[in-house]
């Protein structure tokens, strides 16, 4: 499964929440840049290229529609992992500890 950096997860929500529930609506570069740009500035250019860089990753189809693309999820919000979920389990979740077993709280 694939993990998202924070600019990757950003994107992804916004094409997740373009989605009707009827299906998904495959959107364009430039509505996501519009969208995003709202929170924080950010050249289009720079979201054109991580959006290739998923669609390349295989988490974003794409089909062109005359000179620009639209992006839809390959899969959908609640098949994908949560992003937090390997940090988690890797830095401060189920540690041995040698005198009593297992511990959620690790050493100490």
């Known amino acids: 499964m694939t993990r998202f950096g924070d600019l990757e997860a950003a994107i992804m929500d916004v094409v997740w929440a373009a989605g009707t529930p009827a ?30 860089n998923l669609f390349r990753k295989g988490s974003l189809d794409r089909h062109k529609d005359s000179r620009a693309y639209r992006y839809e999820p390959i899969r959908s919000r609640t098949t994908t992992r949560p992003n937090w979920w ?18 959620r709280h690790g050493p100490g």
């Open 86 to 103: 390997p940090r988690r389990w890797k830095s401060h979740w189920i540690r041995p500890r040698p005198w009593c077993g297992w511990s």
């Open 23 to 52: 299906g998904e609506r495959p959107v364009r570069v430039r509505e996501v840049s519009e969208r995003l740009n709202r929170e924080r500035p950010l050249a289009f250019n720079t979201v054109q290229t991580v959006m290739e």
